[in-house]
Antibody, heavy 118, light 110 residues
């Protein structure tokens, strides 16, 4: 059974950093693109970025709203994807979902809430 | 303002059929595959349709997807109260080099 479990969310002040983790199980993690999608309270879905598998270079792409502040990385032996969030802004407040991005976002984690507030 | 345009809400009676539209442009829907997601209240989104009209094996055939030009449509037949949810379309935008979602449509089963 495919499972994705996010962790690391919480309350953080504007300008500070936070790192989210996504621990995967039930599939060959290293073979898949992994992505992050967020949802601000009461709002719709917003793509944050994705990281390719090592076979395709392991490079990442980002939404314009987070480019230069957020970094996605992966540890294939541990089956973990990370989202390093720097220079956080109040508008980054959202539930952050980890997703497996094969044909589409076919599996999602339960999400972790990040609140950016003074 | 979302790149993809969806109606904010739709409604229909149990047992009836409903369609949800998703309008874009040649840089997104017109030249890339569309997927659809269902988000039940308080839960994570779930993939309903991928590659415009393909269903994951666990999704019932009451759900269907279609595309024409720069617009896509999600169809749901035999509506059930358990279908009440937010529905989102998504695709890659080649001009933005970004994955984009519609603003979401809230389905109410009256």
């Amino acid at each position: 059974e495919v499972q994705l479990v996010e962790s690391g969310g919480g309350l953080v002040q504007p300008g500070r950093s936070l790192r989210l983790s996504c621990t995967a199980s039930g599939f060959s993690f290293g073979d898949y693109v992994m992505s992050w999608v967020r949802q601000a309270p009461g709002k719709g879905l917003e793509w944050v970025g994705f990281i390719r598998s090592k076979v395709y270079g392991g490079t990442a792409e980002y939404a314009a709203s987070v480019k230069g502040r957020f970094i996605i990385s992966r540890d294939d032996p541990k089956s973990i994807a990370y989202l390093q969030m720097n220079s956080l802004k109040t508008e980054d407040t959202a539930v952050y979902y980890c997703t497996r991005a094969e044909i589409a976002f076919d599996y999602w984690g339960q999400g972790t809430l990040v609140t950016v507030s003074a | 303002q979302s790149v993809l345009t969806q109606p904010p809400s739709v409604s229909a009676a149990p047992g009836q059929k409903v369609t949800i539209s998703c309008s874009g442009s040649s840089s997104n829907i017109g030249n890339n595959y569309v997927s659809w997601y269902q988000q039940l209240p308080g839960t994570a989104p779930k993939l309903l349709i991928y590659d415009d009209n393909q269903r994951p094996s666990e999704i019932p055939d009451r759900f269907s997807g279609s595309k024409s030009g720069a617009s896509a449509t999600l169809g749901i037949t035999g509506l059930q109260t358990g279908d009440e949810a937010d529905y989102y379309c998504g695709t890659w935008d080649s001009s933005l080099s970004a994955l984009v979602f519609g603003g979401g449509t809230k389905l109410t089963v009256l």
